[in-house]
């Protein structure tokens, strides 16, 4: 099993920066994908951003250019780098480990953007 450790949360102004971890332990396989997801209230989760054990990433539309997900392979940790924040970024972020035979999620960690 992969078992998943989120941190990083908070209230945060518009505009300012916030940084959430997601580490990973269990049975990593050479091949994952890592990623976060946010769902907000009345609103179905979606898609923020996901990284591959090769390097790959992909973010939501509306987060290019804002978000970043930097990894420490060393760590089995993600991150996901949040700048320029707006009060439309306010959710519960979650964190997923996805592969061949693992879909894990995190608990979750509250993000709220507001003055």
């Known amino acids: 099993q992969v078992q998943l450790v989120e941190s990083g949360g908070g209230l945060v102004q518009p505009g300012g920066s916030l940084r959430l971890s997601c580490a990973a332990s269990g049975t990593i396989l050479s091949a994952w994908r890592m990623g976060w997801y946010r769902q907000a209230p009345g609103k179905q989760r979606e898609l923020v951003a996901h990284i591959t054990s090769g390097g790959t990433t992909n973010y939501a539309d509306s987060v290019k250019g804002r978000f970043t997900i930097p990894r420490d392979s060393a760590k089995n940790t993600v991150y996901l780098q949040m700048n320029s924040l707006k009060p439309e970024d306010t959710a519960v972020y979650y964190c997923?480990?996805?592969?061949?035979?693992?879909?894990?999620w995190g608990q979750g960690t509250q993000v709220t953007v507001s003055s």
């Open positions: 997923n480990h996805y592969s061949t035979f693992y879909d894990a």
